[in-house]
């Protein structure tokens, strides 16, 4: 599985508002990142599932999934991501 395709997918999905298959799809992208050893495009994918777990109602996963994604990269394009998801 390519790092990219269940970010472009979890996009699709949320846009169609199907917020469950894409929280569902990055969850799966970010355990092929750490099995390919890519802390980067995991931490994308953590920030991006804490504001689907947000637009579920899932405040503390919410929150978990950005201090989880800040701490695998805190460089300051993640800082922004981060703040304005």
Not at 36 to 47: D, M
Not at 55 to 80: M, N, T, W, Y
Request: aromatic share 8%.
């Amino acid at each position: 599985m390519r790092s990219a395709t269940p970010s472009l997918a979890s996009e699709l999905f949320a846009e169609q508002g199907r917020f469950h298959e894409a929280w569902e799809t990055l969850t799966e992208g970010m355990q092929a990142d750490r099995k390919l050893g890519h802390p980067e495009a995991q931490s994308k994918k953590l920030i991006y599932r804490g504001w689907i777990s947000a637009k579920l109602g899932r405040f503390a996963e919410c929150a978990e999934d950005v201090h989880e994604g800040l701490k695998l990269d805190s460089s300051p394009s993640q800082i922004l991501r981060a703040e304005t998801s």
